[in-house]
C-alpha cells in the first residue's frame, strides 16, 4: 500500500487534537452585500468546524471579513450562501424572534465600547440579560453576584460604569456575557479600548473562564499577538476567505 503524503503538521492536529463534538459548522458560505450595481463579497468559501471547548482566534487586515464573520455567527446577519449551524439551530432559518432566542440562550458578547448602561450598578448591568432571559427575580441577584465574582469584581457590585476603570468595565461586560451560561462566548477586539497590560488581563480573564469552564471562545482581532499565548487555533481571513487554519 503506497504510503500518502503528510499532512502537514497544522491540519494534522486540528484532525487529532480535538475530539469533542462540534459546536459551530460553516458550511461553504458567503456573505455579500449590493450596493447599487455592484456586489460587495465580504465574506466567501468558509468551511469550518469548531468543537465545544476550542478557544479560537479570527484575525486579519481591516476588511479582511471579520465583524462579517462574528455577525453571521451571532445571527445578527444571515448568510447569502451556505449554512451555519451553532448547536441545534440552523442559523439562515430563524426568523427576528428566533434569532433574538437564540442570542439570549446561546451565546454571550463582548464588544470592544463595552456597552453597559451608565445609570445601573455593575451588578444590575449583569442581571439585565437574566430579566430578557425571564429569570426569576429571586435568582437574578445571586448569579449576577457569581458571575461578578468569577471576573473578580465581587467587591465592585455596587459601583456603576463611572466609578470603575476601563479594565473593570470590560470585566463587567464579560460578567455579563457569562451569566446566561451560554455555550458560545464572542469577544469582538476586547482588548481595542484598553491599555496593554490591561488588555492582557482581560484576554488572560477569557482564557480563564474558557479553561476553568470548558467554554467555547471566539476571539476577533487585530492583534494576534494579545492572544497567542492563550488560543489553541487561529483562523486568518483575507479578502474575505480563511488565509490559513492553524493549530497554535
Ligand atoms: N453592510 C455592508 N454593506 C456593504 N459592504 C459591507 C457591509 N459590511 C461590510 N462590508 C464590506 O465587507 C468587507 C468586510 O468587512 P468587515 O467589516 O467584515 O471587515 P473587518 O475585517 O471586520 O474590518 P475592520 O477590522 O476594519 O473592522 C469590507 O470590504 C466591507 O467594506
Known amino acids: 500500500m503506497s504510503s500518502s503524503p503528510a499532512p502537514s503538521a497544522a ?13 459551530v459548522t460553516f458550511d ?35 476588511g479582511s471579513g471579520k465583524s462579517t464573520f462574528l455577525h453571521l455567527l451571532s445571527a445578527m ?14 442559523l439562515g432559518s430563524l426568523d427576528r424572534q428566533q434569532q433574538a432566542r ?16 451608565p445609570t445601573m450598578t455593575a451588578r444590575e448591568n449583569v442581571a439585565l440579560p437574566l430579566i430578557l432571559a425571564g429569570v426569576a427575580p429571586s435568582d437574578r441577584q445571586g448569579r449576577a453576584a457569581n458571575a461578578l465574582d468569577i471576573v473578580g469584581l ?14 473593570e468595565q470590560q470585566r463587567v ?53 494579545e492572544v497567542q499565548h492563550v488560543t489553541e487555533r487561529v483562523l486568518k481571513l483575507r479578502d474575505g476567505r480563511i488565509l490559513a487554519d492553524e493549530d497554535c
Open 77 to 90: 446577519d444571515r448568510p447569502s450562501r451556505g449554512r451555519i449551524t451553532v448547536g441545534d439551530w440552523d
Open 28 to 62: 461553504d458560505v458567503a456573505k455579500t452585500y449590493e450596493m447599487g450595481s455592484e456586489t460587495v463579497t465580504a465574506l466567501t468559501d468558509i468551511s469550518i468546524t469548531i468543537p465545544q471547548g476550542q478557544f479560537v482566534a479570527v484575525v486579519g487586515p481591516s
Open 173 to 225: 461586560a464579560v460578567a455579563r456575557a457569562l451569566v446566561t451560561d451560554p455555550p458560545l462566548l464572542l469577544a469582538d477586539e476586547p482588548t481595542g479600548n484598553l491599555d496593554s497590560e490591561t488588555g492582557e488581563q482581560i484576554i488572560d480573564l477569557l482564557e480563564h473562564v474558557h479553561h476553568e469552564q470548558g467554554r467555547t471562545v471566539v476571539v476577533v482581532t487585530h492583534h494576534f499577538d
Open 11 to 23: 491540519s494534522s492536529d486540528a484532525v487529532s487534537s480535538n475530539s469533542a463534538p462540534s459546536l
Open 154 to 167: 465581587g467587591d465592585r457590585m455596587d459601583h456603576r460604569p463611572a466609578e470603575l476603570s476601563g479594565g
Open 102 to 117: 437564540f442570542r439570549r440562550s446561546m451565546i454571550g458578547i463582548i464588544f470592544q465600547q463595552f456597552h453597559l448602561v
